[in-house]
């Protein structure tokens, strides 16, 4: 074993509380893997390097092993999962350490509401659920009953709408925008990341640009970032994309587009147009995407998204919610009706929609500034596979399987970029100093095992996870920890600092 250790500062000798040994670190910056040991104290890796005559409460041996920082999931709707399912399975599962949440303008704070909840802020949580009037207190929360994973938050559009608008169906007056503006500024000053938009629901369809950038000008007084669901992936994509440049630009704030797509059977190979829209602009404005290795999406169920699909499962439906896994169209063939009917009859719903081509979506996924992000919604009770397979899929499939790109650039995708991108600070490089979330997997075996029909289940391969020094997944089973931590915007790094501004 190389006797060079890479190490930033001092190096120490010991003793460890876990020493990793023999594996093949791969460190995030995609550079080439290497043989080399990993120690652990605390919630820091406190070297990187040959460690053999070190002393260490425990040594493990990886051999054979890949050793990687943990995977930061950029986006989730994870807000309320967060609180009622603290263990988050689902993610530490598949490597994940970090996750977003906040995402698509719907977050769970702030926001206290005692009316019926308009959609989509019903898929995160119920109506009781949005409790915190005030956004620390949501993070307050986290601290007071922490998870398994680390989680930085966005404050969303729609949420902030939904306390301050009078009705959703219509622009913000301008005292109304004076109080979203009043509860995001409480937000940022809080700890949140940034501002999320919604802008394809219907409930934030209705706001103009101008309404987002009086927003996105409170998020650049904080050193902020904006990240958007974009208002149109299928006929206009192009001119949502110009939209969302304009909003950063004019505001100053970086800007993420999320799941990046181009979604419907008359947009597919669009991609190459798109992504050359992301290339020039950020010849200008710091802009980055997010993507997820699938073909199909999933949200509320509506017929606007139905017409462009080629395949629609039913992910939940209140008043059948036996009817979770169904192909839609199946069903409204047995019930004898018009497909319009059968969304009906299922409403309030949620599915899955088959509306992307797999050509596009390698493209994206190769692009070499992508991001990845589940996006999965783990309220549903057919989820999309996404939910459970994201980042396996990735490494087994796309990488391993087709040789899309290599593992160290698969890794780079799910750690150092999103990392420098929203300004984690510490997290997604493996080195001396950084916290100690690390992945360790078997290349050979990596895979996901979530399918449309069975979409629950763990991955393969994923030996160990740590979150911040502790061992949240190991042996193919949770061990029960709960070490994540609510990152706050004071005490992370500017976001996408490696992009700048054109002068």
Known sequence: ????????????????????????????????????????????????????????????????????????????????????????????????????????????????????????????????????????????????????????????????????????????????????????????????????????????????????????????????????????????????IREAFTIGREARVPVVISHFKVAGRANYGRSRETLALIEEARRAQPVAIDAYPYTAGATELSMDRVVTADRVLVTWSKPMPEMAGRDLHALAGEWGVPVEEAVRRLHPAGAIYFQMDEADVRRILSWPETMIGSDGLPRDVHPHPRLWGTFPRVLGHYSRDLGLFSLEEAVRHMTSIPAERFGLAGRGVLRQGAFADLVVFDPARIADRATFEAPIAPAAGIELVMVNGRAVWEGGGHTGARPGRALRRADLDAPMRGLGWAS
């Open 1 to 240: 074993m190389s006797t060079e250790t890479e190490l930033t500062g001092s190096p120490y000798h010991g003793p460890f509380d876990l020493i990793l040994a023999g594996g093949q670190v791969v460190d995030g910056t995609g550079v080439a893997r290497r043989l080399a040991d990993v120690g652990i104290l605390g919630d820091r890796i406190a070297a990187v390097g040959d460690l053999a005559a070190m002393p260490a409460a425990s040594r493990r041996d990886v051999s054979g092993l890949i050793v990687a920082p943990g995977f930061i999931d950029t986006h989730t709707h994870d807000d309320n999962a967060l609180l009622a399912w603290p263990e988050m399975p689902y993610k530490v599962s598949q490597g994940v350490t970090t996750t977003v949440v906040g995402n698509c303008g719907v977050s769970l704070a702030p926001l206290a509401l005692s009316r019926e909840l308009p959609r989509p802020l019903d898929l995160i949580a119920d109506a009781p659920d949005y409790r915190f009037r005030r956004f620390r207190d949501y993070l307050d929360a986290l601290d007071a009953d922490p998870p398994a994973v680390n989680a930085a938050a966005l404050a969303g559009h729609t949420t902030l709408r939904a306390g301050a608008v009078g009705s959703l169906d219509r622009a913000a007056a301008r005292d109304e925008i004076r109080a979203m503006a009043i509860g995001l500024e409480e937000a940022l000053e809080a700890g949140a990341i940034g501002l999320s938009t919604g802008l394809y629901y219907d409930t934030a369809r209705a706001a103009p640009t101008s309404e987002v950038v009086a927003l996105a000008h409170v998020v650049a007084r904080f050193g902020g970032l904006y990240t958007t669901h974009l208002r149109d992936e299928g006929a206009r994509v192009a001119e949502a």
